[in-house]
Nanobody, 114 residues
Framework: VQPVEAGGGLVQAGDTVSLSCSAS????????FVWFRQAPGRERELVATITIGGTTNYAVTVKGRFTISRHKAENSMYLQMNSLKRENTAVYYC?????????WGQGTQVTVSS
């Protein structure tokens, strides 16, 4: 499966952005998902996860502001990011995980200006 992210861009601090992760030709229903991000000069870090059953988990730095969700009928997964901060500037990557394999998208840039 090849995830494809969309929805990034240049936004203002305090704005809301929703990222999507989708794939064609293959159902997402048997995969759990993760969102990672990588800021310039920093290592890739976990943002949020969602299991096949819908259980979610978040990094402490985004908990309460970000929401991960999945819509099986749409074969897509989303990350809604509220109250964005400059330090949320990064390339956001979607990963689809099943058994021992994780399939990564190409990433989408989110730039938050003050």
């Amino acid at each position: 499966v090849q995830p494809v992210e969309a929805g990034g861009g240049l936004v203002q601090a305090g704005d809301t952005v929703s990222l999507s992760c989708s794939a064609s030709g293959r159902t997402f229903n048997n995969y759990s998902f993760v969102w990672f991000r990588q800021a310039p000069g920093r290592e890739r870090e976990l943002v949020a996860t969602i299991t096949i059953g819908g259980t979610t988990n978040y990094a402490v730095t985004v908990k309460g502001r970000f929401t991960i969700s999945r819509h099986k009928a749409e074969n897509s997964m989303y990350l809604q990011m509220n109250s964005l901060k400059r330090e949320n500037t990064a390339v956001y990557y979607c990963g689809a995980h099943r058994f021992l394999n994780t399939y990564w998208g190409q990433g989408t840039q989110v730039t938050v200006s003050s």
